[in-house]
């Protein structure tokens, strides 16, 4: 259960953005989305080893 603490006199729309912010960190929404549909875990290994290869690329060329 998400919580937001609100000041005496704070305007309700900056509540909304707190709590709007902390949902996105709880990741509820991406998960639901993941969810949706199902993902063979070959096809899971096979992005993550692209993506592991694709940040490999990137810090060696940042190191040049």
């Avoid at 998960?31 to 096979?46: A, G, H, I, W, Y």
């Amino acid at each position: 259960m998400l919580i937001v603490q609100v000041k005496e006199g704070e305007a309700i729309e900056k509540a909304l953005k707190k709590f709007k912010k902390k949902f996105e960190k709880t990741g509820v929404v991406k998960e639901l989305r993941e969810r949706q549909k199902f993902t063979k875990p070959s096809v899971v290994f096979r992005e993550k080893k692209i993506k592991a290869i694709y940040k490999e690329k990137l810090q060696r060329n940042a190191e040049d």
